[in-house]
Structures are given as structure tokens and as C-alpha cells.
């Protein structure tokens, strides 16, 4: 299994916090304005899963499959022609500072591999910055 991974970023929030607003998959429909337009129309959750599109896939849908409460959350895709899943990890800085770092897991080829490192990895850094806009530029 390939892991890729974003730079970790220090949120102005304790692990509770951004926990808190993570784990609440419904609620993170609020947050499509610091998306780019194109992706946002796209967007749609529920309790417990993420739809959107993935060109050229089509439409991906995550689901959650573990909670760790405060230190992680798994995202599993369901409708994919890819095996992979979504990790957010936390590690507590201070009391009102913590640590994100997001990863894929993916089965991928070597062939497969070369072809999506770098959107896997642009993914995930606009999802890092997406946490940066929401715990570090914007009170909420």
C-alpha cells in the first residue's frame, strides 16, 4: 500500500476543536466557500460520508470507518475504481494549538503509481490549506 502524505500545518485549536468540527461530516457542507467553485458544486455529505467529483473517476464517495476521538479520522472510498482511504491525524501542540497531517493510503501499481502521485499529492496539500483557511484566517 502507497502512503502519501501532506506537510503537517499547526492549527490555532486544540485537537478537540478541530476534531470536533472534522468528525461532523454534515456540518463540513458549511465550509464549501473556501472551496474552489468547480469543486464545491460537487460537494455533498451526510452523517457519516463525503461525496464528490474526481475527474477523470467520476464520482467518489468517502465513508467514515474510524473515529479516534481527538487524534484521528479515516475516510474509506466506497465507489472507486481505486482502493484507498483518507486519514486525518492530530497531535496535540498545546492546549489551544495542534498538529494536522493528512494522508492517502492507496493499492496502487507502479504504473498506477506514477500517474497519480502528484494529484494525490495537490489534493492533499489544498486540503491542508483548506484546514489553514478554516482554523487559522477565519473565526467560524
Known sequence: MEKFESKPRILQASCE????????????????????????????????????????????????TERVPNTSLRLDAVNSPLAFFLMFELKPLSEAQCE????????????LKGMVQGPINQALEKLSDLLDKVFNQHAL
Not at 494536522?100 to 504504473?111: G, I, P, Q, R
Open 17 to 64: 476543536e478541530v476534531y470536533a468540527k472534522l468528525s461532523n461530516i454534515k456540518a463540513l457542507e458549511q465550509y464549501k466557500q473556501f472551496m474552489p467553485a468547480d469543486k464545491a458544486q460537487s460537494f455533498t455529505a451526510d452523517e457519516d460520508s463525503i461525496t464528490f467529483e474526481m475527474p477523470p473517476v467520476g464520482s467518489v464517495k468517502l465513508q467514515v
Open 100 to 111: 494536522a497531517k493528512l494522508s492517502v493510503h492507496a493499492e496502487l501499481n507502479f504504473f
